[in-house]
C-alpha cells in the first residue's frame, strides 16, 4: 500500500474509530475473512455457508473461483460486501500445474513465459459467467518454478480478472504443443494471502468460542474491510466532509486534506476519513497535481458509499456538495 504523500494543510487527528480498534461484534457486522477455498464446492456456496456460520443477513466473495480451484476465497460480512468489488481494481497471485500436450525446451518455455508478462488479450471461456469479449488483463509476472515431464509447476502474479486456464492454453499454442491447466491455487487476493487464510471448520470453531465469551481466535480471522482498498490509490477528507459524502455528494476541493501520488483523472480512488475508515469508492476528476493547486472545484465523482449516513455528524447544507 502506498503512502499518501501529497499534503493539503496539516491533517491532525480524526474523530471516528480507527478500523484496528472496532470490536469483534463491530467486524462481525462489517468485516472480512479469508477463507481456505476446498476443492469441490463453488464459490457461492463457501460464500453461503460462511453467512450461514455468522447467521449474517449479508455476504459476498471477493473474486470466483472454479470449483477444483483451492486457496484464498475473501468473503465480506455486511456492510462490509459493498466494498467486496475493490479486489477487482488490484492484482492476484496463483500457484498451478500446467500440463503440456508435448514436450518442451525448457529455455523456450521461459522465453515464452517472459514475452506474457505483458498487457495480453483474452476471451472468457464458455462456461465463465461474464460476457464472452475480448478484454486486456496485465500480466505482471510468471515465474517458471519447476517441471516434471510435461507437468510446468508456475506462479503467476496477474490483474484481477485474468482467466489463468485461458493463459496456459494460450502458452500451449505459442509452443506450438498445447497445454492446459491441471490445478490451481489462489495464493494471494489484493493485500490477502493465504497465511491469513482459514477453514470453514476452524472458522464455525472461533465463532462458537466467541459466543460462549472467548472471542481471541475469531478476533485474528477478521479484518476490516479497509483491507480491501489496500492497492487502490487514496485521499483523506476532513471529517465535516465525511456525511455529505455518505449522502451521495462528489467531494470538493476544499474537503480534500490529503492524496495518493498515483492518483490520475478518470482513475478509481478510495476516500478515507482521518482515522483510516473507509467513505467511498469513486472515479478521480483530475489529476494529484491538480487536486493539490486547485482551490475549488470538484475532485472525485463518488460512485459508491461504503459508510453509514450518521457515522460522522452533519456539519453540510443540502447543496450535495462537500468542503
Same mark, same amino acid.
Given at each position: ?33 479469508? $477463507? ?38 475473501? =468473503?465480506g460480512l455486511g456492510n462490509a460486501v459493498r466494498a467486496m468489488d475493490a479486489l477487482h481494481y ?6 498451478? =500445474?500446467?500440463?503440456? &500436450?508435448?514436450?518442451?525446451d525448457q529455455k523456450r518455455l521461459e522465453t515464452v513465459a517472459k514475452e506474457f508478462t505483458d498487457? $495480453? ?12 469479449? %475480448?478484454?486486456?488483463?496485465? $500480466?505482471? #509476472?510468471?515465474? $517458471? ?14 490483474? @484481477?480478472?485474468?482467466?489463468? !486456464?485461458?493463459?496456459?492454453? *494460450? %502458452? ?24 491469513? +487464510? ?11 468460542? &466467541? ?20 492497492? %487502490?490509490?487514496?485521499?483523506? =477528507? ?8 455518505? &449522502? ?9 486534506? +490529503? @492524496?495518493?501520488? !498515483? ?6 480512488? +478510495?476516500?478515507?476519513?482521518? #482515522?483510516?475508515? +473507509? ?9 494529484? *497535481? ?17 459508510? @453509514? ?7 453540510w447544507g443540502g447543496s450535495k456538495q462537500t468542503g
Open positions: 500500500m502506498s503512502m499518501l504523500v501529497k499534503t493539503r494543510r496539516p491533517s491532525g487527528p480524526g474523530a471516528g474509530k480507527r478500523p484496528e480498534d472496532r470490536t469483534v461484534d463491530e467486524l462481525v457486522g462489517n468485516g472480512v475473512v479469508v $477463507i481456505d477455498k476446498p476443492a469441490g464446492p463453488t464459490s457461492h456456496q463457501v460464500t453461503s455457508w460462511v453467512g450461514d456460520i455468522f447467521e449474517a443477513k449479508k455476504s459476498a466473495h471477493g473474486g470466483t473461483l472454479d470449483p477444483r480451484v483451492t486457496g484464498v476465497l475473501p =468473503v488490484g492484482t492476484k497471485a496463483y500457484v498451478g =500445474v500446467m500440463r503440456m &500436450h508435448g514436450n518442451i498487457e $495480453i488479450f483474452q476471451t472468457p471461456p464458455v462456461k465463465s459467467a461474464v460476457r464472452r469479449e %475480448i478484454r486486456s488483463r496485465r $500480466i505482471h #509476472s510468471l515465474d $517458471i518454478l519447476e517441471t516434471s515431464g510435461r507437468d510446468v509447476l508456475f506462479k503467476v502474479v496477474c490483474d @484481477a480478472g485474468t482467466y489463468v !486456464r485461458s493463459l496456459c492454453v *494460450d %502458452i500451449g499454442d505459442a509452443l506450438a504443443v498445447g497445454a492446459h491447466l491441471q490445478d490451481l491455487r489462489r495464493t494471494r487476493a489484493g493485500a490477502l494471502t493465504e497465511d491469513q +487464510a482459514v477453514t470453514l471448520h476452524d472458522l464455525r470453531d472461533a465463532v462458537e468460542e &466467541h459466543r460462549a465469551g472467548r472471542s481471541e481466535q475469531l478476533r485474528r480471522m477478521l479484518h476490516p474491510k479497509e483491507v480491501l482498498l489496500a492497492e %487502490i490509490p487514496k485521499i483523506e =477528507v476532513k471529517d465535516s466532509a465525511v456525511d455529505a459524502i455518505c &449522502h451521495g455528494a462528489s467531494l470538493a476541493i476544499p474537503g480534500l486534506v +490529503a @492524496a495518493d501520488d !498515483r492518483i490520475r483523472k478518470g482513475g478509481t480512488v +478510495a476516500v478515507m476519513t482521518l #482515522s483510516g475508515e +473507509a467513505v467511498g469508492l469513486g472515479t478521480a476528476l483530475m489529476d494529484v *497535481d491538480e487536486m493539490m493547486k486547485r482551490q475549488d472545484g470538484f475532485a472525485v465523482d463518488v460512485s459508491r458509499v461504503l459508510m @453509514a449516513p450518521g457515522t460522522y455528524a452533519r456539519v
